[in-house]
């Protein structure tokens, strides 16, 4: 049916510029790489930030006082408007996308979670790429993912799949702040490697996304325990997806104990 298939999950920080605003160019780029595995028999699903923030930009500032409603709101209003975008773009390349929104409990053992297996699969023997995505409307808070990232590692583990990548708006693991004098890249980390000495607090605003990179390297090392060769790496930099698939030594790059 095809000879690899991947998850790769894409941030909010790395579709929106200083303004906050989503940037197409961005999806685009995204899209086109997505494409170019496609050619080449490589299937993609893609997990998708940006709802939150795409909704805030189109309303601005709510008059809501509860978080969770002005995400669920945000949420609602965005959402359309991310697959509005990735629909046009994958049309561009003649390839059909699909909507698909999870919640938590769907991963747990049961008929909620065979059926999301049905689909992704059903999805991807059409040739269909599946567009991910937290259903935020429903979701409640004490069964929300931690972030995208953990949906992403939790799709990967449901599909079996080969690669799982993680696009974030810094190149990968640092030993320290990116933009300090003599902070160095971590290009390998293995799956029980601790990493906390070397990891910055969150400090994202409203509708950036929830996911730091302590949430990020948990999810990837627990994908690497289960055998997913897991990476984080620079979402803007052009044909970073198509680089990691093709073996470049870019962004870090999480793999199982076993494989050293």
Do not use: W
């Given at each position: 049916?095809?000879?690899q298939l991947?998850?790769?999950k894409?941030?909010?920080?790395?579709?929106k510029n200083?303004?906050?605003?989503?940037?197409?160019?961005?999806?685009?780029n995204?899209?086109?790489?997505?494409?170019?595995?496609y050619e080449?028999n490589?299937?993609?699903?893609?997990?998708?930030?940006?709802?939150?923030i795409?909704?805030k930009e189109?309303?601005g500032?709510?008059?809501i006082?509860d978080?969770?409603i002005r995400?669920?709101?945000?949420s609602?209003i965005?959402?359309?408007?991310?697959?509005r975008?990735?629909?046009?773009?994958?049309?561009d390349?003649?390839?059909?996308?699909?909507?698909v929104?999870?919640?938590?409990?769907d991963f747990?053992?049961?008929?909620h979670?065979?059926?999301?297996?049905?689909?992704?699969?059903?999805l991807l023997?059409?040739g269909?790429?599946?567009?991910a995505?937290?259903?935020?409307?429903v979701?409640?808070?004490?069964?929300?993912?931690?972030?995208?990232?953990?949906?992403?590692?939790?799709?990967?583990?449901?599909?079996?799949a080969?690669?799982?990548?993680i696009l974030t708006d810094?190149?990968?693991?640092?030993?320290?702040?990116?933009?300090d004098?003599?902070?160095?890249?971590?290009?390998?980390?293995t799956s029980?490697?601790?990493?906390?000495q070397?990891i910055?607090e969150?400090?994202?605003?409203e509708?950036?996304?929830r996911?730091?990179?302590r949430s990020?390297?948990?999810?990837?090392q627990k994908?690497?325990?289960?055998?997913?060769?897991t990476y984080?790496?620079?979402?803007?930099?052009?044909n970073?997806?198509?680089?990691?698939i093709?073996?470049e030594y870019?962004?870090?790059?999480?793999?199982?104990?076993?494989?050293?």
């Amino acid at each position: 049916m095809y000879d690899q298939l991947i998850v790769v999950k894409v941030g909010t920080n790395v579709m929106k510029n200083k303004n906050n605003r989503i940037v197409r160019p961005v999806l685009q780029n995204l899209v086109s790489q997505i494409a170019t595995l496609y050619e080449r028999n490589i299937m993609t699903i893609l997990v998708s930030s940006g709802s939150a923030i795409a909704g805030k930009e189109v309303i601005g500032p709510s008059k809501i006082k509860d978080k969770s409603i002005r995400r669920q709101v945000y949420s609602s209003i965005g959402q359309p408007r991310m697959m509005r975008l990735y629909y046009n773009i994958f049309h561009d390349y003649g390839i059909n996308c699909a909507q698909v929104l999870p919640t938590k409990r769907d991963f747990q053992p049961g008929v909620h979670r065979d059926n999301m297996v049905n689909c992704y699969m059903g999805l991807l023997e059409e040739g269909v790429i599946p567009v991910a995505n937290e259903d935020d409307t429903v979701s409640l808070t004490s069964t929300m993912f931690t972030d995208n990232d953990e949906m992403a590692s939790l799709i990967a583990e449901l599909v079996d799949a080969d690669k799982l990548i993680i696009l974030t708006d810094i190149d990968g693991v640092y030993t320290g702040n990116p933009t300090d004098e003599g902070t160095e890249l971590i290009e390998e980390v293995t799956s029980t490697e601790n990493l906390d000495q070397y990891i910055q607090e969150n400090t994202k605003g409203e509708g950036e996304g929830r996911g730091g990179m302590r949430s990020k390297i948990s999810v990837a090392q627990k994908a690497a325990k289960n055998n997913i060769p897991t990476y984080i790496a620079n979402g803007k930099t052009e044909n970073i997806i198509l680089d990691i698939i093709d073996d470049e030594y870019v962004g870090t790059r999480i793999s199982n104990d076993l494989e050293k």
